[in-house]
């Protein structure tokens, strides 16, 4: 079970936009940590998508965005496409575990 | 381009022992956080270890605390991982990953991973 609570799976045709939730507690998000957000395709290297929870590395397209509100984070992604479906990851910090924390992981399907 | 090259994964009876080296290019390697992160078959990702970019600093997940190490290796530009008593929950792809800061916060760059199967 993982601190940071994601939904398994989403899904959203083309051009749509779809959001994913990231819900933690008061030692990981409701604290001073930020959220970061990755995304990963089976069998390759996971990437960086969202840092310090609203922030894109260059080369990421401004259709992905963060956002973090209290004790939750989330990743929107608007004018969908077939490229984006992939798993992706909240990560924070935890001040009860003493380490870094991913949530359990999204499958996003584009329909 | 700066890279990461993991090496030194295999298959490995519970109870013995693996060291994992990661080759980092293009980057001043003491500058950064370094770490692991697996990913056991059908699972997400967990974060196994990390360490600060003088090697000063490490970090391990309760998971695998008092059995696996991680070093650096400033002068090779190499990060290691040493595990020993591993069990059959260890079996995942282990992906290092370096952080933009001295500690880790987040990761911004990941290698390709390399599998161990115990």
């Known amino acids: 079970q993982s601190v940071l609570t994601q939904p398994p799976s989403v899904s959203g045709a083309p051009g749509q936009r779809v959001t994913i939730s990231c819900t933690g507690s008061s030692s990981n998000i409701g604290a001073v940590y930020d959220v970061h957000w990755y995304q990963h395709l089976p069998g390759t290297a996971p990437k960086l998508l969202i840092y310090a929870n609203t922030n894109r590395p260059s080369g990421v397209p401004d259709r992905f965005s963060g956002s973090k509100s209290g004790t939750s984070a989330s990743l929107a992604i608007t004018g969908l496409q077939a490229e984006d479906e992939a798993d992706y990851y909240c990560?924070?910090?935890?001040?009860?575990?003493?380490?870094?924390?991913f949530g359990g992981g999204t499958k996003l399907t584009v329909l | 381009e700066v890279q990461l090259l993991e090496s030194g994964g295999g298959l490995v009876q519970p109870g013995g022992s693996l060291r994992l080296s990661c080759a980092a290019s293009g980057l001043t390697f003491n500058t950064y956080g370094m770490g692991w992160v697996r990913q056991a078959p059908g699972k997400g990702l967990e974060w196994v270890t990390s360490i600060s970019g003088r090697g000063v600093h490490t970090y391990y997940a309760d998971s695998v605390k008092g059995r696996f190490t991680i070093s650096r290796d400033i002068s090779k530009n190499t990060l290691f991982l040493q595990m020993n008593s591993l069990r059959a929950e260890d079996t995942a792809v282990y992906y290092c990953?370096?952080?933009?800061?001295?500690?880790?916060?987040?990761?911004?760059?990941w290698g390709q991973g390399t599998l161990v199967t115990v």
């Open positions: 990953a370096k952080s933009p800061t001295i500690v880790t916060r987040y990761f911004d760059l």
């Open positions: 990560q924070s910090y935890d001040s009860s575990l003493s380490g870094w924390v």
